[in-house]
């Protein structure tokens, strides 16, 4: 798979990486169903991260050479807001990457008592939505308006079906279940983890509806379009995050009492 493509075959290449996730999540649960395994689960969760941040996230553009474009070159201010975007994406990790250790020294190898179908179904949602945003960013890079704008609607709607899946639906099976953020540190973990990723969803849904916004005017085009790429990286990086939290609160360990 290259780099520089048709629009076909970025499109088709954006098919396959889904088809691949879909797999791995299906995989996925079915370990955490048979064999409860850490170490598989954990294996899982890294080649998916690797397959969105390579294919979707794009990147190795941070390596990308800009043949020697002026510092006042729209090319350059991509490239140096590229890495800007990165950085600040990496400090945001380690927040959840905060989270994501609490809840293993905290719970150790229990987890909560969680609607197993409904975390399955909102993890496909999110792994769609990423799917049509990918499909979005490579149409406004080969010059189609109405491709991305089909693609960022879908995808804003996917994403306020996530929050409201998670917020709106687990939260209040979770109370029934008696995970309760007042009663102990699994409900305290719980809400944490599922509260800051769904806050982040919607920040990025407000994101997308500003770039989608934008493109409905014809601000963006196939040569400049450096806010489309900044609400898609974003996005994924959504994405990738609950690709660690899945298994963390729904399929590892036992459950705790």
Known sequence: MT?????????????????FLAVLTALEFGIALLLNSLVLLTLVALVKAGLVMY????IYKLNQD???????SYAY???????????????????????LVSRFNLLGMTRPHLNQTLGL???AV???????????????????RKGFLNGTLITMLLGLGFVVGVVGLEWQLAKIEEVIASKDVVGA??????????????TGVILLFTVWNKGRKGLYSAEKHWGVEAATVYWHFVDVVWIFFYPALYLIGTLAI
């Open 55 to 58: 294919y979707y996230m794009h």
């Open 189 to 202: 973990i719980f809400y944490m983890m599922t509260g800051m990723h769904a806050f982040h969803v919607l």
């Open 66 to 72: 800009e043949h020697g474009e002026g510092h006042d």
């Open 121 to 123: 179904a909102v993890t």
């Open 126 to 144: 999110l792994l769609i939505s990423s799917f049509f945003m990918n499909r979005a960013e490579t149409s406004i890079a080969h010059g189609d």
């Open 77 to 99: 201010k991509t490239g140096t807001n590229r890495l800007g975007l990165w950085l600040f994406l990496l400090s945001d990790a380690f927040v959840f990457g905060g989270l």
């Open 3 to 19: 780099h520089t493509q048709t629009k076909s075959s970025a499109l088709t290449q954006g098919i396959i990486i889904f088809v």
